[in-house]
């Protein structure tokens, strides 16, 4: 399994042990960036990652800044990209199950290290259901054709 991963500065230090914490568990990790904690702006790097999974080259994707809502805002803007703030593992495995999210975003100023390893294994051990949701996700994905 491929995952692209990126942060700004100030998800940086909780990017690098997500991205540790998958390699360990056999994943693929492609870091798109930041590589230092510099000030930056994050929908630099939400759109890099927005658009390898949108391209298909990677299977999903992490995002980290402050509170994770900026780069799920960013990401959200690339077309076939469902991008999800999530900050507790229920709501990590619900996105996928029900939403089929397919980029997770955290707030490192909002979840610690423990909660957001929780919240990655959570992401990671849950699949789409499909049935009754597939057909709400084609209706939302519609909505960037209107």
Same mark, same amino acid.
Request: hydrophobic share 40%; charged share 25%.
């Given at each position: 399994?491929?995952?692209?991963?990126?942060?700004?500065?100030?998800? !940086?230090?909780?990017?690098?042990?997500?991205?540790?914490?998958?390699?360990?568990?056999? !994943?693929?990790?492609?870091?798109?960036?930041?590589?230092?904690?510099?000030?930056?702006? !994050?929908?630099?790097?939400?759109?890099?990652?927005?658009?390898?999974?949108?391209?298909?080259?990677?299977?999903?994707?992490?995002?980290?800044?402050?509170?994770?809502?900026?780069?799920?805002?960013?990401?959200?803007?690339?077309?076939?990209?469902?991008?999800?703030?999530?900050?507790?593992?229920?709501?990590?495995?619900?996105?996928?199950?029900?939403?089929?999210?397919?980029?997770?975003?955290?707030?490192?100023?909002?979840?610690?290290?423990?909660?957001?390893?929780?919240?990655?294994?959570?992401?990671?051990?849950?699949?789409?259901?499909?049935?009754?949701?597939?057909?709400?996700?084609?209706?939302?994905?519609?909505?960037?054709?209107?």
């Amino acid at each position: 399994m491929k995952v692209v991963i990126g942060s700004d500065h100030a998800g !940086y230090s909780l990017k690098v042990k997500m991205a540790d914490h998958l390699r360990t568990k056999s !994943y693929e990790v492609i870091d798109m960036g930041v590589d230092t904690p510099e000030r930056c702006d !994050y929908p630099d790097y939400a759109y890099r990652v927005a658009k390898a999974v949108s391209n298909k080259e990677a299977d999903w994707g992490l995002l980290v800044c402050g509170t994770g809502i900026g780069m799920s805002m960013s990401a959200n803007k690339v077309p076939g990209i469902r991008a999800a703030v999530v900050s507790d593992p229920f709501c990590a495995a619900a996105t996928r199950q029900h939403n089929d999210a397919n980029i997770l975003c955290l707030g490192e100023r909002v979840v610690g290290v423990g909660v957001a390893l929780a919240i990655l294994d959570s992401w990671c051990a849950a699949e789409f259901e499909g049935g009754r949701h597939a057909d709400r996700i084609i209706k939302m994905m519609s909505i960037e054709e209107k």
